[in-house]
């Protein structure tokens, strides 16, 4: 039961979070040959003020 964890920056669409489930199962699918029923896509958005990169908050861009 293959699980895939994703963290991202909160702000895709439903619509861009559906087709990346999707794909990513899809691919799992493919490389693996688990059923996709068995596969599990969670994710994890983070607020751009929880998230810093090179020393900056993504907030503060």
Do not use: C, W
Not at 5 to 34: C, F, M, P, S, Y
Not at 52 to 61: C, D, F, I, R, T
């Amino acid at each position: 039961m293959p699980f895939v964890h994703i963290e991202l920056v909160a702000g895709r669409t439903v619509e861009q979070k559906i087709n990346l489930v999707k794909e990513v199962t899809e691919a799992v699918v493919k490389n693996t040959d688990a059923p996709s029923e068995k596969v599990h896509v969670i994710l994890n958005e983070m607020q751009p003020e929880n998230y810093a990169v090179n020393g900056e908050l993504l907030s503060q861009k």
